[in-house]
Protein backbone atom coordinates (compact mmCIF):
# COMPACT_ATOMS: atom_id res chain seq x y z
CA UNK A 1 0.00 0.00 0.00
CA UNK A 2 1.15 3.40 -1.11
CA UNK A 3 1.55 6.55 1.36
CA UNK A 4 -1.10 8.32 -0.86
CA UNK A 5 -3.59 5.01 -0.50
CA UNK A 6 -3.40 4.30 3.28
CA UNK A 7 -3.50 8.23 3.51
CA UNK A 8 -7.02 8.02 1.54
CA UNK A 9 -7.92 5.02 3.92
CA UNK A 10 -6.91 6.71 7.23
CA UNK A 11 -9.14 9.57 6.25
CA UNK A 12 -12.19 7.66 5.45
CA UNK A 13 -11.55 5.06 8.56
CA UNK A 14 -11.76 8.42 10.82
CA UNK A 15 -14.21 10.46 8.97
CA UNK A 16 -16.85 7.60 8.57
CA UNK A 17 -16.49 7.08 12.26
CA UNK A 18 -16.98 10.49 13.21
CA UNK A 19 -19.81 10.76 10.71
CA UNK A 20 -21.83 7.95 12.83
CA UNK A 21 -21.75 9.93 16.01
CA UNK A 22 -23.85 12.41 15.00
CA UNK A 23 -27.02 12.63 16.57
CA UNK A 24 -30.25 12.76 14.38
CA UNK A 25 -31.28 16.48 15.36
CA UNK A 26 -28.06 17.49 14.42
CA UNK A 27 -28.12 15.65 11.03
CA UNK A 28 -31.59 17.49 10.63
CA UNK A 29 -30.34 20.90 11.04
CA UNK A 30 -27.25 20.38 9.26
CA UNK A 31 -29.68 19.28 5.57
CA UNK A 32 -31.20 22.18 6.16
CA UNK A 33 -28.51 24.43 6.70
CA UNK A 34 -27.54 23.25 3.05
CA UNK A 35 -30.91 23.91 1.55
CA UNK A 36 -30.33 27.69 3.14
CA UNK A 37 -27.17 27.88 1.24
CA UNK A 38 -28.04 26.36 -1.85
CA UNK A 39 -31.05 28.57 -2.07
CA UNK A 40 -29.12 31.78 -1.24
CA UNK A 41 -26.80 31.15 -4.35
CA UNK A 42 -29.84 30.26 -6.25
CA UNK A 43 -28.32 26.86 -6.96
CA UNK A 44 -31.46 25.49 -7.53
CA UNK A 45 -33.30 28.13 -8.44
CA UNK A 46 -31.10 28.72 -11.94
CA UNK A 47 -30.86 25.41 -12.86
CA UNK A 48 -33.28 23.09 -14.71
CA UNK A 49 -31.57 19.56 -14.62
CA UNK A 50 -30.00 18.22 -11.14
CA UNK A 51 -28.44 15.62 -9.93
CA UNK A 52 -28.49 14.55 -6.41
CA UNK A 53 -27.91 11.74 -4.08
CA UNK A 54 -29.87 9.24 -1.72
CA UNK A 55 -27.78 9.39 1.71
CA UNK A 56 -26.66 6.26 3.22
CA UNK A 57 -24.01 5.77 5.47
CA UNK A 58 -23.99 8.90 7.21
CA UNK A 59 -23.99 11.27 4.35
CA UNK A 60 -25.47 14.67 5.12
CA UNK A 61 -28.63 14.67 3.45
CA UNK A 62 -29.54 16.72 0.67
CA UNK A 63 -33.44 15.43 0.84
CA UNK A 64 -34.91 18.82 1.85
CA UNK A 65 -32.56 20.15 -1.38
CA UNK A 66 -34.63 17.24 -3.68
CA UNK A 67 -38.25 18.41 -2.16
CA UNK A 68 -37.35 22.16 -2.61
CA UNK A 69 -36.34 21.03 -6.35
CA UNK A 70 -39.05 19.09 -6.83
CA UNK A 71 -42.02 21.90 -5.69
CA UNK A 72 -39.91 24.11 -7.97
CA UNK A 73 -40.60 21.67 -11.12
CA UNK A 74 -36.80 20.79 -11.76
CA UNK A 75 -35.98 17.68 -13.64
CA UNK A 76 -33.98 15.30 -10.67
CA UNK A 77 -32.13 12.44 -10.88
CA UNK A 78 -30.20 10.88 -8.62
CA UNK A 79 -27.56 7.62 -9.23
CA UNK A 80 -27.88 4.01 -9.94
CA UNK A 81 -24.63 1.45 -9.68
CA UNK A 82 -24.77 -1.60 -11.86
CA UNK A 83 -22.82 -3.94 -9.86
CA UNK A 84 -22.47 -6.35 -12.75
CA UNK A 85 -20.48 -3.76 -14.96
CA UNK A 86 -17.11 -2.54 -14.05
CA UNK A 87 -17.95 1.16 -12.18
CA UNK A 88 -21.39 1.21 -13.71
CA UNK A 89 -23.67 4.11 -12.56
CA UNK A 90 -26.08 6.24 -14.16
CA UNK A 91 -28.69 8.88 -13.52
CA UNK A 92 -31.81 8.08 -13.59
CA UNK A 93 -35.02 10.20 -12.79
CA UNK A 94 -36.53 10.74 -9.27
CA UNK A 95 -39.24 12.05 -8.28
CA UNK A 96 -40.46 10.79 -4.96
CA UNK A 97 -39.80 8.05 -2.18
CA UNK A 98 -42.63 5.79 -4.76
CA UNK A 99 -39.80 6.27 -7.50
CA UNK A 100 -37.21 4.24 -5.49
CA UNK A 101 -36.32 0.87 -3.98
CA UNK A 102 -33.39 -0.88 -1.97
CA UNK A 103 -30.85 -1.84 -4.33
CA UNK A 104 -27.19 -2.43 -4.58
CA UNK A 105 -25.57 -2.52 -1.27
CA UNK A 106 -28.39 -1.56 0.82
CA UNK A 107 -28.29 2.02 -0.97
CA UNK A 108 -32.28 3.22 -2.00
CA UNK A 109 -31.86 3.76 -5.94
CA UNK A 110 -34.26 4.68 -8.92
CA UNK A 111 -36.54 2.02 -10.55
CA UNK A 112 -36.79 3.61 -13.97
CA UNK A 113 -35.40 1.28 -16.54
CA UNK A 114 -31.74 2.53 -17.77
CA UNK A 115 -33.21 3.57 -21.12
CA UNK A 116 -34.70 6.43 -18.66
CA UNK A 117 -30.72 7.88 -17.96
CA UNK A 118 -29.48 10.86 -18.58
CA UNK A 119 -26.25 11.86 -19.64
CA UNK A 120 -24.04 13.42 -17.17
CA UNK A 121 -23.45 16.27 -20.27
CA UNK A 122 -27.11 16.94 -20.19
CA UNK A 123 -27.56 17.78 -16.41
CA UNK A 124 -26.63 21.44 -14.89
CA UNK A 125 -25.62 20.34 -11.75
CA UNK A 126 -24.36 17.76 -9.86
CA UNK A 127 -24.74 17.60 -6.00
CA UNK A 128 -22.09 14.63 -4.51
CA UNK A 129 -21.67 12.98 -1.58
CA UNK A 130 -18.60 12.53 -0.08
CA UNK A 131 -16.30 11.09 2.90
CA UNK A 132 -13.51 13.93 2.99
CA UNK A 133 -12.76 17.72 1.28
CA UNK A 134 -10.00 19.83 1.20
CA UNK A 135 -9.97 23.56 0.46
CA UNK A 136 -8.13 22.73 -3.09
CA UNK A 137 -11.22 21.45 -4.07
CA UNK A 138 -10.04 17.73 -3.78
CA UNK A 139 -12.69 15.17 -2.84
CA UNK A 140 -12.31 12.00 -0.91
CA UNK A 141 -14.94 9.73 -1.94
CA UNK A 142 -16.07 6.01 -0.68
CA UNK A 143 -13.51 4.32 -2.89
CA UNK A 144 -15.35 3.08 -5.91
CA UNK A 145 -14.39 5.57 -8.45
CA UNK A 146 -18.16 5.71 -9.67
CA UNK A 147 -17.82 9.21 -10.38
CA UNK A 148 -14.45 9.92 -10.95
CA UNK A 149 -15.12 7.34 -14.20
CA UNK A 150 -18.54 9.11 -15.11
CA UNK A 151 -17.13 12.18 -15.54
CA UNK A 152 -13.75 11.35 -16.56
CA UNK A 153 -14.52 11.64 -20.78
CA UNK A 154 -16.16 14.63 -20.36
CA UNK A 155 -14.89 17.90 -22.30
CA UNK A 156 -14.09 21.03 -19.98
CA UNK A 157 -16.91 22.55 -21.84
CA UNK A 158 -19.97 20.08 -21.60
CA UNK A 159 -19.15 19.39 -17.98
CA UNK A 160 -21.68 20.35 -15.06
CA UNK A 161 -21.10 22.34 -12.11
CA UNK A 162 -19.60 19.76 -9.71
CA UNK A 163 -21.17 20.42 -6.17
CA UNK A 164 -20.06 18.79 -3.04
CA UNK A 165 -21.99 18.21 0.62
CA UNK A 166 -20.38 17.64 3.35
CA UNK A 167 -20.31 17.89 7.29
CA UNK A 168 -17.78 20.72 8.68
CA UNK A 169 -15.86 17.94 10.03
CA UNK A 170 -15.30 16.52 6.51
CA UNK A 171 -12.57 19.08 5.94
CA UNK A 172 -9.27 18.06 6.06
CA UNK A 173 -6.01 19.95 5.55
CA UNK A 174 -5.28 17.52 2.24
CA UNK A 175 -6.06 15.04 0.26
CA UNK A 176 -3.57 12.94 -1.88
CA UNK A 177 -4.18 13.32 -5.65
CA UNK A 178 -4.28 10.56 -8.42
CA UNK A 179 -4.53 11.48 -11.95
CA UNK A 180 -8.11 9.80 -12.54
CA UNK A 181 -9.42 12.04 -9.05
CA UNK A 182 -12.39 14.43 -9.87
CA UNK A 183 -11.62 18.09 -8.72
CA UNK A 184 -14.72 20.04 -7.32
CA UNK A 185 -16.54 23.64 -8.16
CA UNK A 186 -17.54 24.19 -4.70
CA UNK A 187 -18.26 22.65 -1.56
CA UNK A 188 -21.37 23.19 0.85
CA UNK A 189 -21.36 22.60 4.46
CA UNK A 190 -23.55 23.51 7.31
CA UNK A 191 -21.71 26.62 7.63
CA UNK A 192 -21.36 28.52 4.35
CA UNK A 193 -20.94 27.44 0.39
CA UNK A 194 -17.48 27.78 -0.92
CA UNK A 195 -16.10 27.96 -4.64
CA UNK A 196 -12.91 26.31 -5.63
CA UNK A 197 -10.30 27.60 -8.66
CA UNK A 198 -11.14 24.16 -10.51
CA UNK A 199 -7.42 23.56 -12.51
CA UNK A 200 -7.39 21.26 -15.74
CA UNK A 201 -4.75 18.62 -14.41
CA UNK A 202 -1.94 18.92 -16.28
CA UNK A 203 -1.37 15.54 -19.14
CA UNK A 204 1.33 13.25 -18.40
CA UNK A 205 3.62 13.70 -21.70
CA UNK A 206 4.52 10.71 -23.52
CA UNK A 207 8.03 9.52 -22.76
CA UNK A 208 9.65 9.06 -26.12
CA UNK A 209 12.36 6.24 -27.30
CA UNK A 210 15.46 6.79 -29.12
CA UNK A 211 15.91 5.21 -32.37
CA UNK A 212 18.61 3.05 -32.24
Known amino acids: ?8 HYLRTRIKHERLTLTKPFMERA ?5 GHASEAKLIEDHHSIAFYLPTRGEISCMPMIEYALKLGKKCYVPKIYPN ?9 YSGKESVKEGAFGILEPTSPISKAVRPSELDIIFMP ?3 FDLKGNRLGMGGGYYDTVLANIPKHEQPKLIGLAYNLQQVRDIPQEKWDIQMDAVIT ?3 YRLFDRKPKTPTKPTLTPKP
Open 190 to 192: PSN
Open 31 to 35: ALALL
Open 85 to 93: KKRGMWFLP
Open 130 to 132: LVA
Open 1 to 8: MNEAVAQK
